[in-house]
């Protein structure tokens, strides 16, 4: 058990919607990072926060926004959904930034439809 | 941006055979990772290597950093149905992000 939680598991929605994903990091880490893994790719960073500030940004798309509240989970969320947006989203923790070891969930497989 | 590559993409060998799986890329990095990702779960780190040259061993698993930080190597010995998983490398780039590698897919057999 990393100790990072992800909710919800499973979500299927149709196009056009908006959704939320979400992640509590592990007890005293203050990074959060979100990661999307397809099928033909490898993970693909989106954007990191640190302490409630967005640290650093990916290939994250203008359609999603993340947010890390003061409790240290965080949100994501996609709006305008595409069937290419069906992917596993995965969250991980770490003490700081940088090179630190990453701890991940167990992700949020998406699906649209 | 920094890319890492990683090869065999698949690799699908009988229980206890060697296999060893190739992390490069043209661009320095200041640390590396390898993590392995199980079906259904998320990636676990296997280990951080830093130095330049640095060798590393888990039990059967040895990784080795590359003298010039570039590339990495992980090297299983006698692998076991256990081990079947995807095995990922991650490097630290020069904007703090981890980046990670495309992925080696192993199946062992019994």
């Known amino acids: 058990d990393s100790g990072v939680t992800q909710t919800p598991k499973h979500l299927i929605t149709a196009t056009g919607q908006r959704v939320t994903l979400r992640c509590s990091p592990r007890?005293?880490?203050?990074?959060v990072y979100w990661y999307q893994q397809s099928l033909d790719q490898g993970l693909q960073f989106l954007i990191q926060?640190?302490?409630?500030?967005?640290?650093a940004k990916g290939n994250i798309l203008e359609r999603f926004s993340a947010q890390q509240f003061p409790d240290l989970h965080s949100e994501l969320n996609l709006s305008s959904l595409e069937l290419g947006d069906s992917a596993l989203y995965f969250c991980?923790?770490?003490?700081?930034?940088?090179?630190?070891?990453?701890?991940f969930g167990n992700g949020t497989r998406l699906t649209v439809t | 941006t920094q890319l890492l590559e990683q090869s065999p993409q698949f690799l699908s060998i009988q229980e206890g055979e060697n296999l060893t799986v190739y992390c490069n890329s043209s661009?320095?990095?200041?640390?590396l990772q390898w993590y392995r990702q199980e079906p259904g779960e998320g990636p676990v780190l296997l280990v951080t290597?830093?130095?330049?040259?640095e060798v590393k061993k888990l039990k059967r698993l040895t990784f080795q950093f590359g003298d010039a930080r570039k590339d990495s190597s992980l090297h299983i010995t006698a692998a076991q149905p256990g081990d079947t998983g995807l095995y990922l490398c991650?490097?630290?780039?020069?904007?703090?992000?981890?980046?990670f590698g495309t992925g080696t897919r192993l199946q062992v057999f019994p």
């Open positions: 991980a923790s770490s003490v700081g930034g940088g090179g630190s070891p990453l701890h």
């Open positions: 007890s005293g880490d203050l990074s």
């Open positions: 926060y640190y302490n409630g500030e967005e640290r």
């Open positions: 661009s320095v990095f200041s640390s």
């Open positions: 290597v830093v130095t330049g040259g």
């Open positions: 991650a490097g630290e780039d020069n904007t703090d992000k981890l980046i």
